[in-house]
Antibody, heavy 119, light 110 residues
Framework: QEQLVQSGAEVKTPGASVKVSCVASGYTFSSYDINWVRQATGQGLEWMGWMNPNTGDTGYAHNFQGRVTLTRDTSITTAYMELSNLRSDDTAVYYC????????????WGQGTLVTVSS | QSLLTQPPSVSAAPGQKVTISCSGSSSNIGKNYVSWYQQFPGAAPKLLIYDSDKRPSGVPDRFSGSTSGSSATLGITGLQTGDEADYYCGTWDNSLSAGVFGGGTRLTVL
């Protein structure tokens, strides 16, 4: 059974960066994209970007261009999301989610990582 | 402001049927598959419907999806109290080259 397990909660100060990991298991890591979605408390889902673990190709939502970087380490089937120049409104739960290449849906989600940005 | 518009809340009695709408445009729902996600408080979203009308294994056939033009609908029949959750539609937007979600709908089973 496919599973995505994310790293633990983080507390950061404004202007800092955060890097969240997502360990994939139970399927062929290179065969599916990894997407990142965030959710502020009491708010809806916000798509951030996608990464093809096979090629390293990425695509980012306009709102995050220049601040988010998606990478992977195929040797340990792990995807990473790094968000820089953090602001207080970046406080949210960040999810990684697996999806097919056609980006039609997200069929398996990590448990979420709470990132708190506070001075 | 989400590109996909959902009602903030819907409600119905146990055993009844409810529909949740998701309105988009020709650059997203009008050209791409829609997916639906169910989210309970404190939990990650779960895929409920994909490719507009398909159910992953394990999802009861009480849940259904459909599309018409630039809109999509999630239907839930035989409502149970355990269906109380937030529901989100999602799709790809060709103009933005980005994934988009609706703002979410809170389902209350009275």
């Amino acid at each position: 059974q496919e599973q995505l397990v994310q790293s633990g909660a983080e507390v950061k100060t404004p202007g800092a960066s955060v890097k969240v990991s997502c360990v994939a298991s139970g399927y062929t890591f290179s065969s599916y994209d990894i997407n990142w979605v965030r959710q502020a408390t009491g708010q809806g889902l916000e798509w951030m970007g996608w990464m093809n673990p096979n090629t390293g190709d990425t695509g980012y939502a306009h709102n995050f261009q220049g601040r988010v970087t998606l990478t992977r380490d195929t040797s340990i089937t792990t995807a990473y999301m790094e968000l820089s120049n953090l602001r207080s409104d970046d406080t949210a739960v960040y999810y990684c989610a697996r999806g097919p290449r056609d980006r039609s849906h997200l069929d398996s989600w990590g448990q979420g990582t709470l990132v708190t940005v506070s001075s | 402001q989400s590109l996909l518009t959902q009602p903030p809340s819907v409600s119905a009695a146990p055993g009844q049927k409810v529909t949740i709408s998701c309105s988009g445009s020709s650059s997203n729902i009008g050209k791409n598959y829609v997916s639906w996600y169910q989210q309970f408080p404190g939990a990650a979203p779960k895929l409920l419907i994909y490719d507009s009308d398909k159910r992953p294994s394990g999802v009861p056939d009480r849940f259904s999806g459909s599309t018409s033009g630039s809109s999509a609908t999630l239907g839930i029949t035989g409502l149970q109290t355990g269906d109380e959750a937030d529901y989100y539609c999602g799709t790809w937007d060709n103009s933005l080259s980005a994934g988009v979600f609706g703002g979410g709908t809170r389902l209350t089973v009275l």
